[in-house]
């Protein structure tokens, strides 16, 4: 179980889990349901979004698109529901896609789960978005339920000029 290309039956209940995890997840966020998103997440959760040429960079010296921790978080959901967040107002249509999900042990009760990810960002008067990558987390089994402890969201964009604003929450 601890090689990721080699395949565990004893593997796929938690693997389905996760997967259940991550599309739970993305619907709440393609609905903008944000606090119930919230609630997928630990307490003391932290959310990073690396600079396109350090994917694996540490945030407490480089430069991050997003790293939040749970306050910042809230922060940013607080702002994103906010009529008078002007990026986001009316919000963005979104659609995600998950797959190639990929879970490992990590340590006791914590297992790191990898997927890739497409979303297709619809704004008005702009042109649909797209963004790529790999999804890496950190989960957690907290009252009988997997959390997302630590989510990284690594872009595969070579740059995000073009892409417009990342506001929205990957």
């Known amino acids: 179980m601890n090689d990721p290309a080699h395949y565990d039956p004893a593997n796929e209940a938690l693997r389905r889990e996760v997967e259940w995890l991550f599309y739970r997840e993305a619907e709440l966020l393609d609905a903008w349901?944000?606090?119930?998103?919230?609630?997928?997440?630990?307490?003391?959760?932290?959310y990073f979004v690396p600079p396109n040429d350090k994917p694996h960079g540490d945030?407490?010296?480089?430069?991050?698109?997003?790293?939040?921790?749970?306050?910042?978080?809230?922060?940013?959901i607080v702002r994103l529901k906010d009529?008078?967040?002007?990026?986001?107002?009316?919000?963005?249509?979104?659609?995600?896609?998950?797959?190639?999900?990929?879970?490992?042990?990590?340590?006791?009760?914590?297992?790191?789960?990898?997927a890739n990810f497409i979303v297709h960002r619809n704004r008005r008067n702009s042109d649909v978005r797209i963004f790529t990558g790999e999804y890496i987390n950190r989960l957690v089994r907290l009252n009988g339920a997997l959390k997302i402890h630590e989510r990284r969201a690594i872009l595969d964009a070579e740059e995000l000029g073009a892409m417009g604003a990342v506001s929205f929450i990957l």
Request: with cysteine; aromatic share 8%; proline share 6%.
């Open 59 to 76: 945030h407490n010296n480089t430069l991050f698109i997003v790293a939040d921790d749970h306050v910042r978080l809230h922060e940013r």
């Open 33 to 46: 349901k944000l606090d119930e998103w919230r609630a997928l997440l630990t307490e003391d959760a932290s």
């Open 83 to 114: 009529p008078n967040c002007h990026s986001e107002y009316p919000p963005s249509r979104t659609r995600r896609f998950i797959s190639n999900v990929r879970v490992t042990p990590a340590s006791g009760n914590e297992w790191l789960a990898r």
